[in-house]
């Protein structure tokens, strides 16, 4: 499976990027790698199956720079800050600024593999949760606003009759906005319809 996952290396310290090339080579990643972030910055190119690796202290600029600038660029990419010095309030600081993790050399190589597979997994598993969130709010804006209401007291358990007294409507028209919205959604249960809103509501908390 890693042969389909690539790790990226930004690290002025020749020894430390090639090595770590080694072993991720070994491991069955692809790797690239970049002496300097400015040499990042104008070739890197996005991919989903991958983890980022930045040296915290490089010339110019460093990691926590490098990492902002990501974020700035919209990269949903994983970062994991590798130093010599793993400080609490660098440490904090990244993991503010988003990074996975902050590791400090020199780490093992099994520990440092394990934790970029993680990022990895990760992140695949937030991108996809994103993707299933929008999909279900697009899906529940197709609703008219009395449908809304229908389908919400639907994933409440209520009855027809209920809603009917709640809505001040009568049950056939309750009955007609179930089959409506139900149609519109193109589910056919409850549970589907209730799965549809806990989504939509993930992250507004």
Do not use: W
Request: hydrophobic content about 45%.
């Amino acid at each position: 499976m890693s042969g389909d996952q690539s790790v990226v290396i930004v690290d002025d310290d020749d020894f430390f990027r090639k090595a770590l090339e080694r072993i991720f080579h070994s491991a069955g990643f692809r790797v690239e790698s970049f002496a300097s972030a400015e040499a990042f910055l104008a070739a890197y190119i996005p991919k989903e199956e991958a983890c980022i690796i930045l040296d915290l202290r490089m010339p110019r600029i460093g990691g926590l720079e490098l990492l902002d600038r990501l974020n700035e660029r919209g990269i949903d990419v994983p970062v994991i800050i590798y130093t010599g010095n793993a400080d609490v309030p660098v440490t904090v600081q990244a993991m503010q600024a988003g990074a996975f993790a902050v590791v400090e050399k020199p780490l093992s190589s099994e520990l440092l593999i394990a934790r970029v597979r993680a990022a990895i997994a990760e992140t695949r598993a937030g991108r996809t949760r994103r993707i299933q969130v929008a999909a279900a709010r697009a899906k529940l804006k197709l609703l008219t606003e009395r449908e809304v209401e229908v389908a919400r007291h639907l994933t409440e358990g209520r009855s027809s009759p209920e809603m009917a007294d709640i809505l001040g409507i009568s049950s056939r028209t309750v009955d007609a906005h179930r089959a409506n919205l139900l149609r519109k959604l193109e589910i056919k249960s409850i549970a589907a319809l209730t799965r549809l809103f806990v989504l939509a509501e993930l992250g507004d908390s």
